[in-house]
């Protein structure tokens, strides 16, 4: 993947293939140049710089944010509802405190989980 690019797509497209007993599926999805990706962004009034589609390891927290929107957007989960811990599960640990930042963080990637399923 070179800087102009950035694998994502509306495409449904995929093949299954059978390795052993597991069955693996393989996407395949058109390259959509960053300008194009921004330009669907900017529709959706979503703003980000070019530098975070092209080295997205080093803006993790615009990269966060960005699917946080996108969990909002297509799921209906606000960020405080990740935010919150499930106070019926909060009982059953020893040291509910030492979760504090643990819970926010399993609960954005069970959210995400649910948005790429979509």
Known sequence: MNDST????MSMGHQT???GNQKSQTFSFPMLKSA???SCLRELQISIPNEALSRP???IDIIRRLYEVFIELC???TVEEMSQPVFSG???LSF???HEESIPQINFFRSLQKLLRF
């Open 57 to 59: 390891e080093e803006h």
């Open 6 to 9: 950035f694998n994502i797509s």
């Open 90 to 92: 909060l009982s059953e």
């Open 96 to 98: 509910p405190e030492l």
């Open 75 to 77: 799921t209906g989960i």
């Open 17 to 19: 293939s059978f390795l």
């Open 36 to 38: 194009e990706i921004l």
